[in-house]
């Protein structure tokens, strides 16, 4: 079976979770010889590594225009890339923002459209203008989808989160093939509950023309079926998993005698940073054994270190910034406890790494992951009474700390990639 | 001639309520009184009162015939006490019958027999025999551990308690291919009998009282009875030991009706009597001896051989012990209850996560998400008891100080006075 997947990221160009996601659901296929992937990314020429994009190795580069084919033959998937400057976790006011990125390449796009490949844009339409140039964007991104669509076999179509749903139900329209949707998040979750209305309704009908929707976890289905109002019949939850770690863990030297509690993630609404710092208050004027990591950026980063500055907290609080690759197996290996407060959490990759790393894990009930662990404490995300004792639990006891990290060790190992592409395609299966 | 002991459990713990660092050194409750007194105001009158009653009438009218045990943990008597006497009472006046028999216990259903400190454990014992007989009007000669825990050092520690005879789990760690249907010895102390609980016959009794499709109870029912007439005759003994919450609830007519026929059935058996497991002790003597290194216990859809535990689960045993030295010395009442009640098996078993709590769907009977919940809440406590008794006997000592002065000639302040400042400066 060919299937042709539309995804937004792939390592090592990530900005969150999504593209590392991407990358597991397509190894985990590539175990099952009777599906083959042909997975188009486009390009994202904002990234540093974007020239790193060895991961695969590429066989043949097909550039017509500004519209590059990159065309990966690596076991039994295929990458495909195009040239867009789209980033996945972006709102459409910072991509307006972002003024070195001008219109002109649009008209380029589909000049490529109009020149070569076979064309039929008339038969079809968007129905109006997006506005802003990220819903154009993702315009030019449905319209080369379609020249790809035609230009390929296979016989089902996925995709990964509402910037390829217009692309997908392009693709399913022109191919008449079924149209798979995989929910990683909803703009729900992203926007801590001030939902971008464009963004909704391209979700909302992403969600209803699709054949099937594939949810990151239950919670993420709840509110597909209550706030979409989707039949929860069409949906199935897959949970994402984590590949075992390979290679040597790396000793790093610590730079603390305390206790190192870490946040990890983009400091957003959606993460809940804020608890993370009212958390380290209660602990830090009780016990003076323990320090705070907030690992990561974000748009609400320098009201945390206000906050930060204004508790008081600021010597055992720390900040470190964007981290990637290396740096966060660092972070991870200096970190005494690993928490997630996020508000709303779809799925929540970090425990499942922290606890790779045998560190005992704090989390919110309100994550799509918490469904699936067991060997972790788990709070509501308000509830920093509950954190905090959690923290000093663990700092205090051994027991404690010891059972939770080798539980959850043992737990986590029993996750992988190819169980969770077996639901999947059973998945495809099921919709063919 | 067949021998049936048919005896109920009835134990109430008090449950904690959610206790965090933060609550360390502010006097908050460890124990959710309301919940608790809500359960017991509900197990009294849903259970208690309707069964008991049943019971009396259905002694009296089997005159003789028909005899039970039960064991009442020592956190349920205080719960009684407190909220619903009556059910007190109406144990008292099945007491009163003659047929009924009341087993020893530990005084709070605590875990004090997987320590090594058998001086508490002599007392506790003590303590709760004593309270039996004040209650009930005699004094328990047959013993049943919480949860039915047994192990030959407990066997040979509760005989040295004055105990001739004790109640465990038919386990078939323990029993491997004998069966439970004959007294046996401890091996170390030859003098203690141990009873097992007929393991597969108390399930089913269980499972039929408990089954809401009628039809299937009734079928089970029969079927029940035909396995009673087939038993090995040979066999002196059939201990049936259950949940007294089985009897009542939902359903209980029905439960109720089974019950009579039950024993109407027994009775018409030539060969087969209800017994009190205190005439047991008199009339048997054992087979064998048994061996049992590892403890045994029973534990209600759960586990039968659970003990030491986990990690975590020692962990807690071993810190909650350590503060024993510490609280020999304290008189306050208020602090000694605390003790007695923190020792609960209860709170221990809540600290694995196969317990039927984490798989409920009633969520809201249960205050912890995971067995790391439970153990954190229970070291809170834990810290803030000890924090307690610290500070009382810090005050006792500044007490017999001040009244040394005071002997002395010295103005100072009086005792009451210090001990009360202390508390606030805290």
Redesign the interface.
Known sequence: MNVLMLGWEFPPNISGGLGTACEGIVKGLSAYNDVHVIFVVPKSTGYENSSNFQLIDAENVASTGNVIFTEYQSSNYRTIEISSRLLPYDTPEDFSKQKHFSNDKTESDIETDQSGLTSRTQNFHFTGKYGPDLFQEINNYALIVKIIAEHNQFEIIHVHDWLTFPAGIAARQISGKPLLVHVHSTDFDRSGGKVNPTIYSIEKQGFEQADNIIAVSNRIKKRIVSDYGISSKKITTVYNAINPKTGSNNQVKRKFNEKVVTFLGRITIQKGPEYFIEVARLVIQRMKNVRFVMAGNGDLMNKMVDLSAKYGISNKFHFTGFLKGKEIEEMLAMSDIVIMPSVSEPFGIVPLEAMQAKIPVIISLQSGVSELIRNVIKTDFWDINAMADAIHAIVSHNPLSKVMAREGNEEVNKFNWEQSAGHIRNIYLNTV | MKNILLCFQVHHPFHFQ?F???DIGTNKSYFDDLRIEREINEAATNYYLPVNDFLLKLIKKNKGKLKLAFYISGTAIDQFLMYEPEVLASFRQLADTGHVEFLGGTSSHSLISLTNRKDELVNQLADFQAKINYLFGKKPTVFVNSDLIYSDLIGKDVADSGYKAMITNGSRKTLIWRSSNYVYSNCIQPKMHVYFRNEMISDEFTNILNCQNSDVKDTSANNFISILRNLNQDEPLLNIYLDYKALGGFGIEKKEKFIQSFISHINRMANIDFKLPSEIAEIFGPVAEINANEPICWLNNFHSYYYPG???Q??AIHQLYMIKEMIDSVDDINLQKDWQYLQTSDHVHLMD?QHPAYFSSNISNCIY??K??A??NF??ILDDFRMKILEEIEAKEKRKVGSQRIGKGKKETTPHHLSNKLHTDE
Do not use: A
């Open positions: 959610t965090r660092f933060l986990n990690e975590l020692m962990e996560d998400k995971s790391y919940d153990f954190i070291m809170n």
